[in-house]
Nanobody
Framework: QVQLVESGGGLVHPGGSLRLSCAAS????????MGWYRQGPGKQRELVAT???????NYSDSVKGRFTISRDNAKNTVYLQMNSLKPEDTAVYYC???????????????WGQGTQVTVSS
């Protein structure tokens, strides 16, 4: 059974920083694409950033230059460093990963349970 567990959310003032982590566990053979999505109040879930297993990254225009995605393949973990946070960054943040389990011939998409980030003065 594969699980993604996020941590690091919380309340921060505008201009502040937070670092989110998401660790994958279980019978994992390999992980290809990993990413972060978010869903703000009354909004649809949107892409924040993705990173491939070769460390190629992609960011939404709204976070480019402020957020940095990274991964530690040895720990099956993806991170999101968020700087210069704005009130409009308030959302539940979800991690996402394409994981091939041991004994399975394809990658399947898994989601974490979400972690709340609130940016407010």
């Amino acid at each position: 059974q594969v699980q993604l567990v996020e941590s690091g959310g919380g309340l921060v003032h505008p201009g502040g920083s937070l670092r989110l982590s998401c660790a994958a566990s279980g019978s994992i053979f390999s992980i290809n694409l990993m990413g972060w999505y978010r869903q703000g109040p009354g909004k649809q879930r949107e892409l924040v950033a993705t990173i491939t297993n070769l460390d190629s990254t992609n960011y939404s225009d709204s976070v480019k230059g402020r957020f940095t995605i990274s991964r530690d393949n040895a720990k099956n973990t993806v991170y999101l460093q968020m700087n210069s946070l704005k009130p409009e960054d308030t959302a539940v943040y979800y991690c996402n990963a394409g994981i091939k389990e041991i004994g399975v011939n394809y990658h399947q998409t898994y989601w974490g349970q979400g972690t709340q980030v609130t940016v407010s003065s």
